[in-house]
Every structure is written in C-alpha cells, then in structure tokens.
C-alpha cells in the first residue's frame, strides 16, 4: 500500500464528502479513484451509468433489497 500526496484544500473535502458518505477518509479518496478511473476508461458513460453496470457486475440486486 502507497501513500498518496494531496493537497490540504483536496484533503479538506475528502473528510467532509467521507463523513456524509458514512465512509473513512481512505475509504472516500479509494471511492472517488475507482470512479475516476471508471470514468476515464468509459467516458461515454454517465456516472449513473457507471454505477449500474458495476452493481451488475457485483451482482447487487437493487429492487430485491428494495422490497425488504
């Protein structure tokens, strides 16, 4: 595992969006760079779009959970 070096602004709203998104700060910034990368390999896609095929791909059964 490497360290990553940000700035102190960046790292600001890395704590803020990890606290809303009830994650830890690592957690958040590991969020925020698959996205990234998903993006940049898909640029076609919308961030909606992203998101359903990867819960696909997890095999995450949305209405299922939905429905109790």
């Known amino acids: 595992m490497g360290i990553v070096k940000i700035d102190d602004d960046l790292h600001t709203e890395l704590r803020k969006a990890s606290t ?29 779009e992203i998101m359903d095929k990867e819960m696909k791909r997890a095999n995450v059964n949305i209405r299922k959970a939905q429905s109790g």
């Open 20 to 48: 809303v998104m009830v994650r830890s700060i690592n957690a958040q910034a590991a969020y925020w760079i698959k996205v990234g990368m998903l993006a940049e390999a898909n640029p076609n896609l919308s961030y909606t």
